[in-house]
């Protein structure tokens, strides 16, 4: 068990319905601690590098539409093998087979609006809390 930082993003969709206190309260009630926190208004070409990967796909013009049409919430989440539990409190990205007391079953219905964003891997969460905060201290506060 080794202490982790992971990224995360409360979607545009999800914070014009006033559940962004409702998602972080989520992920502090187990035990996860808010390292950054900030509302921005996402652009396009930041979102379209995060989701670079997915460029191909037949969904990603809808996907980056969505992330870009209000402000979203960027969070650094810290604690015990925080990237999987954040995953795991996410639940599965399509939002229909999430199950209820998931973050995206609770909350979510109809792709690409899944409320939250979180990093899937080590890897990417280094890469996403740069990409999405810079370079700092402790890679980002
Ligand atoms: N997405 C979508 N349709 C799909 C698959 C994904 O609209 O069939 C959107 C959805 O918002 C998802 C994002 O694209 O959160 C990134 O997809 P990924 O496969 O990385 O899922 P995640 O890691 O968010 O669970
Ligand atoms: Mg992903």
């Given at each position: 068990m080794a202490v982790e930082r992971t990224f995360i993003i409360v979607k545009p969709e999800a914070v014009r319905r006033?559940?962004?206190?409702?998602?972080?309260?989520r992920l502090e009630g187990r035990g996860l601690r808010l390292v950054a926190l900030e509302v921005r208004q996402?652009?396009?070409p930041l979102v379209e590098e995060h989701y670079a990967h997915l460029k191909e796909k037949p969904f990603f013009p809808g996907l980056v539409d969505s992330m870009v049409e209000s402000p979203a919430v960027l969070g650094i989440v810290e604690g015990p093998d925080a990237i999987e539990?954040?995953?795991r409190l996410a639940g599965p990205t399509n939002p229909v087979e999430a199950p209820p007391g998931t973050i995206r079953g609770d909350w979510g219905l109809e792709l690409p609006h899944n409320v939250i964003h979180a990093s899937d891997s080590p890897a990417s969460a280094q890469r996403e809390i740069q990409l999405f905060f810079g370079p700092g201290p402790g890679a980002g506060r």
């Open positions: 006033g559940l962004v206190g409702r998602v972080l309260a996402l652009t396009r539990v954040v995953r």
